[in-house]
């Protein structure tokens, strides 16, 4: 199973889904992630949150389309955060498609400590959103089914 996890300059939100969904993942699960406006760089802070999270951060770099060229993702996940009025971007091929929606810990303001704690806070959210993705009993799911869990996970 491919999923695309998908924000719109892919250098925080999405890189954490992406190393976090691939470090939890079995054998036959993989995930990549894509900016509709890539800013090129992944958020240095995003890459110390990973590594103090004992999560591999090679290979992570901001992308777009080209993330998927080839291998088209089975379901893709926004994690813009629209509250905030954010655009999220929009994937118009055949997959899945559900939100799970992530304040950007990069826009928090004080100290470093705090900083650290809102990155801290959003990689362990997506931690839980990505367990309770990867313990769907997927073989007993229809197409409806799986997407009202998605959009489910999305609440947690």
């Known amino acids: 199973m491919n999923v695309l996890f998908m924000c719109t300059a892919n250098s925080c939100r999405s890189i954490l889904s992406e190393a976090m969904f691939n470090h939890l993942a079995p054998h036959g699960y993989r995930a990549v992630s894509a900016g509709s406006f890539p800013s090129g760089r992944v958020l240095p802070r995003t890459l110390v949150t990973l590594r103090e999270a004992g999560i591999v951060t090679e290979g992570l770099s901001s992308k777009g389309n080209e993330a998927f060229e080839g291998n088209p993702p ?80 999305g609440t947690l």
């Open 74 to 153: 089975d379901i893709v996940i926004t994690v813009c955060d629209k509250a905030a009025g954010e655009a999220c971007p929009v994937y118009f091929g055949p997959a899945l498609k559900a939100h799970w929606g992530l304040a950007d810990p990069s826009d928090t303001s004080g100290s470093d400590a705090e900083i650290s704690a809102a990155f801290h806070s959003t990689l362990a959210l997506i931690e839980a959103r990505c367990r309770a993705f990867l313990s769907l009993p997927f073989e007993r799911l229809s197409r409806d089914e799986l997407k009202r869990e998605l959009d489910r996970i």
